[in-house]
Nanobody, 115 residues
């Protein structure tokens, strides 16, 4: 069983910054890929960014150049640094991984960007 716990969400003004954390249970972070997703009210959940076990990263076009995903295996944590946030970044943010054929999601953390 893999558990993921997100934190760091909150209210931020447009143009500001926020850092989200995703803490993964146990030792497996170093061998798994982790992704950040978000879901706004009335919209489908969408992929935001991902980081592979080897460290390579990818971003959705909508956040490229503004968000940065990173990992600290020693702290079992993946981060999403959000800079120059926009009102359209408002959503519930989730981290997700896959292990032994199953997908695991955290409970989400709410990010609200005021204009």
């Amino acid at each position: 069983q893999v558990q993921l716990v997100e934190s760091g969400g909150g209210l931020v003004q447009a143009g500001g910054s926020l850092r989200l954390s995703c803490t993964v249970s146990g030792w497996i972070l170093r061998v798994i890929d982790v992704g950040w997703f978000r879901q706004a009210p009335g919209k489908q959940r969408e992929w935001v960014a991902g980081i592979a076990s080897g460290g390579s990263t990818g971003y959705a076009d909508s956040v490229e150049g503004r968000f940065t995903i990173s990992r600290d295996n020693g702290k079992n944590t993946v981060y999403l640094q959000m800079n120059s946030v926009k009102p359209e970044d408002t959503a519930n943010y989730y981290c997700k991984t896959s292990w032994a054929g199953s997908d695991y999601w955290g409970q989400g953390t709410q990010v609200t960007v005021s204009s």
